[in-house]
C-alpha cells in the first residue's frame, strides 16, 4: 500500500501541471510582478486559440487563484450566469448553496462579498477566461464588470486576470476602450506560439527528440501550437506525426480549421475568406489585391477583418522596401491553416497514410519552400541573432519588382535594411541535403543582386545571404557570389 501511494505520488510529481514550465518566461515574470505589487492589477491575456494561455495563468498562479471560471461559447446571458453561480458554489462551498443572480451587477457583488469574506485583504487573484465569451451582446456584462473594477477591485489587493482567445476582440474592447475601462489595464500579455527554440525544447521536455531538420517539418506544418504539438509521439518521424496528426479519422487537427475560426471571429467566413484568397498566392496580396479576390468593398468591414487576422497571428503584413505608405502587403503566416488549405482539406476522406504518400511529391517541394520561407519571416530577431546585428537597427521587408532594364523582374522575400549602411538580401532555399551552388544558379544570384542594385539606387552595401537546410558546400560558384551563409541551425537560437 506504501510503495503504491508513493508511485501515486511520483506519477503526480511528473505530470505536465507539475513540471516546469517551457519558454514563457517573461510572460511568467510579468504575472509574478503583478502578483508582488502593493497595488490592485487588471492583466490582460490574450492569443490565438490552442496557444497556452489558460496553462500559463494556471501555472503562475496554481493556489492563488480565488475564482475562476471561463465563459461558454455561444452561451446566453442566463446561461453564463448560471455558470458563474456554479463556480461560486465551487470555491465558496458554503452551507447553502447561492442563487443565479438577475444580472451582472448582481453577480459581481455576489463575487465581492465571498473574497471579502473568505481572503480578508489577502492577495488573491481572479481568472476570467474566455472574456469575450462572456460579454456577449446586450448582456452588459462589461458595464457591469467596468463597475466591479472601479468601485472595488481597484482599492483592493487583488489580481483580476482576463484571458481571450479573440485577441482583436481583447485589444478593442478592452485594451482601447473608451468607457469604463479606459486605460484600466495594468499589465498585458499578447501570448504567441513556441519559436523554434522553444518547440524544440518543449518537445524534448515531453520525451520527443528529432533533429531539426525533423522539427522544422513539424513546425511548417502545425507552427508553434503547445496544444497541437502535446499531440507529437516520440519514436515518429515528423512524417509519420503528421499523418497521424492531421490525416487519421481521430486526428486532433483534422478537423480543427473548421473549429478554429469560428471560435475567434463574429462572422468568421469573411475572415476564412480573407485566408483562403492569401493561401492561394506565394507572394502575398496588397489590400487592393485582397478586396479584388474576395469581392469585399473598400470599407470598414473589410478592414477590421484585417486588422483582427493581423492582431491574431493569423495574417502577417509586411512592407515592400522603399515603398511603405502603397506596398503594405498581407501574407498568409499561420503554419496550420497553410497546410490544411494546401493538404488536408481535400483529402481528409483518404485517412492514415495519406501524407506518407504525399510527402514525395513535387507538389510538396514547391510548398515546402514557401513554408520555410515564412517560418524564417518570423525568426528575423534569431537571424540578426547569427548575422552580429542583434543591437543594429535593422527594418525587414520585401520587394517585388516586375520589370527591369535588365529584361527581367525579381521576387526578394526577405532583406534586412541595416542602420549600419548594409543590406542583407536573402535567398531562402529548403532542401533535403547540402546545398550546392551550380554555376546557373550563381549567375542567377549575380544578376538579381545587380537588378536590385540598379532599380533601387542603393548606396548601402549589399550582402547577397544564403539561408538553407543544412550548411552548403562551398565550391567555385558559391565563392564570390554568396557573401554569408546560414543554415536552419541559425532558426533554433533563443531570442
Not at 442 to 462: E, G, M, N
Request: charged share 20%.
Amino acid at each position: 500500500m506504501f510503495m503504491f501511494a508513493r508511485l501515486l505520488q511520483r506519477l503526480k510529481d511528473n505530470s505536465p501541471m507539475e513540471q516546469s514550465m517551457v519558454g514563457r518566461q517573461q510572460e511568467l515574470a510579468v504575472l509574478e510582478k503583478a502578483f508582488l505589487s502593493n497595488e490592485a492589477e487588471l492583466v490582460a491575456v490574450f492569443g490565438r486559440r490552442r496557444v497556452g494561455k489558460t496553462f500559463l495563468v494556471r501555472a503562475a498562479y496554481a493556489k492563488k487563484i480565488g475564482f475562476e471560471m471561463t465563459g461558454i461559447q455561444n452561451g446566453s446571458v442566463r446561461e453564463q450566469l448560471q455558470h458563474f453561480t456554479d463556480r461560486l458554489n465551487y470555491h465558496a462551498r458554503p452551507i447553502l448553496p447561492f442563487s443565479a443572480p438577475h444580472n451582472w451587477q448582481e453577480a459581481f457583488q455576489m463575487l465581492i462579498i465571498y473574497l471579502e469574506k473568505q481572503f480578508k485583504g489577502g492577495k488573491v487573484v481572479v481568472f476570467l477566461d474566455e472574456f469575450p465569451w462572456l460579454a456577449a451582446r446586450k448582456s452588459e456584462f462589461l458595464r457591469a464588470f467596468g463597475l466591479f473594477w472601479n468601485s472595488w477591485a481597484s482599492q483592493n489587493n487583488v489580481v483580476i486576470v482576463i484571458c481571450g482567445s479573440a485577441a482583436s476582440w481583447m485589444i478593442t474592447n478592452v485594451v482601447r476602450d473608451k468607457g469604463g475601462l479606459h486605460n484600466r489595464i495594468t499589465r498585458r500579455i499578447h501570448l504567441f506560439p513556441f519559436n523554434l527554440y522553444e518547440t524544440e525544447q518543449f518537445l524534448k521536455s515531453r520525451g520527443v527528440r528529432l533533429d531539426r531538420y525533423q522539427l522544422v517539418q513539424l513546425y511548417m506544418a502545425m507552427g508553434g501550437i503547445p496544444h497541437y504539438l502535446k499531440e507529437v509521439e516520440a519514436g515518429k518521424t515528423a512524417i509519420q506525426n503528421i499523418d497521424q496528426i492531421c490525416f487519421s479519422p481521430q486526428g486532433l487537427l483534422r478537423e480543427e480549421f473548421l473549429q478554429l475560426y469560428p471560435a475567434l471571429f463574429d462572422r468568421a467566413e469573411n475572415h476564412i475568406r480573407v485566408v483562403r484568397a492569401l493561401a492561394g498566392t506565394w507572394q502575398g496580396m496588397t489590400r487592393a489585391d485582397i478586396l479584388q479576390q474576395t469581392g469585399f468593398s473598400d470599407g470598414g468591414n473589410s478592414s477590421n477583418t484585417l486588422e483582427e487576422l493581423v492582431n491574431s497571428g493569423f495574417v502577417g503584413a509586411f512592407y515592400a522596401f522603399g515603398k511603405k505608405k502603397k506596398e503594405l502587403r498581407y501574407r498568409l503566416t499561420d503554419e496550420f491553416s497553410l497546410f490544411y488549405l494546401q493538404f488536408i482539406e481535400d483529402k481528409r476522406g483518404e485517412g492514415a497514410g495519406t501524407w506518407e504518400r504525399f510527402a514525395q511529391t513535387q507538389s510538396w517541394k514547391s510548398w515546402s519552400g514557401y513554408a520555410f520561407e515564412s517560418i524564417c519571416l518570423k525568426h528575423v530577431p534569431a537571424i540578426k541573432k547569427a548575422l552580429g546585428i542583434s543591437g543594429i537597427y535593422t527594418e525587414a521587408s520585401a520587394y517585388y519588382l516586375r520589370n527591369s532594364d535588365f529584361g527581367r523582374g525579381i521576387q526578394i522575400d526577405l532583406l534586412l535594411d541595416r542602420n549600419d549602411q548594409a543590406i542583407n538580401l536573402f535567398e531562402i532555399k529548403f532542401y533535403q541535403t547540402p546545398f550546392v551552388v551550380t554555376k546557373e544558379q550563381a549567375d542567377a544570384f549575380r544578376l538579381k543582386t545587380a537588378i536590385f542594385k540598379t532599380a533601387t539606387s542603393t548606396t548601402k552595401q549589399v550582402f547577397f545571404t544564403l539561408l538553407t537546410t543544412f550548411p552548403i558546400v562551398q565550391n567555385e560558384h558559391s565563392l564570390g557570389t554568396v557573401d554569408i551563409a546560414l543554415d536552419m541551425s541559425c532558426l533554433f537560437e533563443p531570442f
